[in-house]
């Protein structure tokens, strides 16, 4: 069993929808989930950090990590054409430890 | 701050010959990953460097080797190329303080003919 899985999509959805991006994992050591947004190309840049469980929102964009389900979420609202990239999940138990990524998520959003 | 810089970006090698990227990490951060992406796999883990010392190691055959330097910066060999490590090699600089984490270069695109 992988650590870390995530639906690898892909996900098509119009302008202005509200989208929603999951990662399960295995591991209940993971305390550090990172959600990373990469474009055609390019190098993944970091979106949004969580440490333990709860909710963080950064404009558009929420993370919501559920340990006791070991399921964390990424929900983007008012999509735009801009955040058509693939997302990966990331996570890591502490200081030190290896980080684990999940396979991304092909996001298109449609105009 | 500068970001993660790496270099070349891309590389175009024959079998059986070797290869070295190099990685610059954010000022002031001490740990460096390599991983390796391909579109089938996603992204894999190489190896993590802190302070010269490697301090994790992914599941990748003994031709994929690292080192880093006092100064931080990385560098990452694999020797004796083979057609399937045609890949986007991405390094990762790790800080940050209490919410540590990676930055990502835009990577070296590594194509293996």
């Known amino acids: 069993q992988k650590e870390v899985e995530q639906d690898p999509g892909p996900l098509s959805v119009p302008e202005g929808a509200i989208v929603s991006l999951n990662c399960t994992y295995s591991n209940s050591a993971f305390q550090y989930f990172m959600w990373y947004r990469q474009y055609s190309r390019k190098g993944p840049e970091l979106l949004m950090y969580?440490?333990?469980?709860g909710n963080k929102e950064d404009g558009r964009f929420t993370a919501q990590v559920d340990k006791s389900s070991k399921y964390i979420s990424l929900f983007i609202r008012d999509s735009q054409p801009s955040d058509s990239a693939t997302y990966l999940c990331?996570?890591?138990?502490?200081?030190?430890?290896?980080?684990?990524f999940g396979t991304g998520t092909s996001l298109t959003v449609i105009p | 701050k500068a970001g993660v810089t790496q270099t070349p970006r891309y590389l175009i090698k024959t079998r059986g010959q070797q290869v070295t990227l190099s990685c610059s990490p954010i000022s002031g951060h001490r740990s460096v990953s390599w991983y390796q992406q391909t579109p089938g796999q996603g992204l894999q883990f190489l190896f993590e460097y802190f302070s010269e010392t490697q301090r994790n190691k992914g599941n990748f055959p003994g031709r994929f080797s690292g080192r880093q330097f006092s100064n931080s910066r990385s560098e990452m060999n694999v020797s004796t190329l083979e057609l399937g490590d045609s890949a986007l090699y991405l390094c990762?600089?790790?800080?940050?303080?209490?919410?540590?984490?990676?930055?990502f270069g835009p990577g070296t695109r590594l194509l293996v003919l």
């Open positions: 990331a996570m890591r138990a502490g200081t030190g430890n290896q980080f684990y």
């Open positions: 990762a600089s790790i800080g940050g303080g209490f919410q540590e984490t990676q930055y």
């Open positions: 969580t440490y333990s469980s």
